[in-house]
């Protein structure tokens, strides 16, 4: 069974601060990994989704690397903004397109 | 098309009520997910469809749980005899099979409080 696990699971920075977020699996079979966003209250929003075949994939500020080998995924936010505080969670995904997700990285940034 | 839609947004419920709750999705999408999410979690899957079949159930659907997809097109949830501990986000969300990226959207969800 897929487990995916975030770390850390809270982040506070500064304004202008590149923001790291960290994502694992346990089965490397994964189709897709897909990173979301989610403000509180909120549906989630999809950033980034990352194919098995790729090793990255990069929208604005944003920067979603995959390394299927070691069961790892990075989220990258460049000079961060306070609008950038949320929740964040990575989903690996199988054939059927269902989604097993982590815990979420909670991110606040501080102006 | 403004992407998935639910409704409601909010549901307050006495415990042993009844709940229904709707999902439209993108309109081209075939399949369609059913999540729950509880405080301080990732989403959980509870089922999916393809078309108007339901393909998949996860042991957390309780036998009081049923889902539906008339015609492939929008879907409901149906929670009968209400627990407090059903008392969660449920999220809707849908993609398209066969297109180059199996990229879901979700819905806003329906935040659900048993009392």
């Known amino acids: 069974k897929q487990e995916v696990t975030q770390i850390p699971a809270a982040l506070s920075v500064p304004e202008g601060e590149n923001l790291v977020l960290n994502c694992s699996f346990t089965?490397?079979?994964?189709?897709?990994l897909q990173w979301f966003r989610q403000d509180p209250g909120k549906g989630l929003t999809s950033l980034l989704l990352?194919?098995?075949?790729?090793r990255e994939q990069t929208s604005g500020r944003l920067n979603a690397s995959l390394d299927k080998s070691s069961g790892r995924s990075t989220l990258y936010i460049a000079a961060s903004q306070p609008g950038d505080s949320a929740t964040y969670l990575c989903?690996?995904?199988?054939?059927?397109?269902?989604?097993?997700f982590g815990a979420g990285t909670q991110v606040v940034v501080t102006p | 098309d403004t992407g998935v839609s639910q409704n409601p947004r909010h549901k307050i419920t006495k415990r042993g009520q009844n709940v229904t709750f709707r999902c439209d999705p993108i309109?081209?999408?075939?399949?369609l997910y059913w999540y729950r999410q509880t405080l301080g979690q990732g989403p959980e899957f509870l089922t999916y469809?393809?078309?108007?079949?339901?393909?998949?159930k996860s042991r957390l659907l309780s036998d009081r749980f049923s889902a539906e997809r008339p015609k492939g097109s929008f879907s409901t949830l149906e929670i009968q005899r209400t627990e407090q501990g059903d008392s969660a986000m449920y999220l809707c969300?849908?993609?398209?099979?066969?297109?180059?990226?199996?990229?879901?959207?979700f819905g806003q969800g329906t935040r659900l409080t048993v009392v």
């Open positions: 969300a849908s993609s398209l099979q066969g297109a180059r990226y199996t990229e879901a959207f």
């Open positions: 089965d490397s079979a994964i189709y897709n």
């Open positions: 990352i194919q098995s075949s790729q």
């Open positions: 989903a690996a995904t199988d054939s059927w397109g269902k989604l097993q």
């Open positions: 309109s081209e999408h075939n399949r």
């Open positions: 469809f393809q078309n108007e079949a339901q393909l998949e």
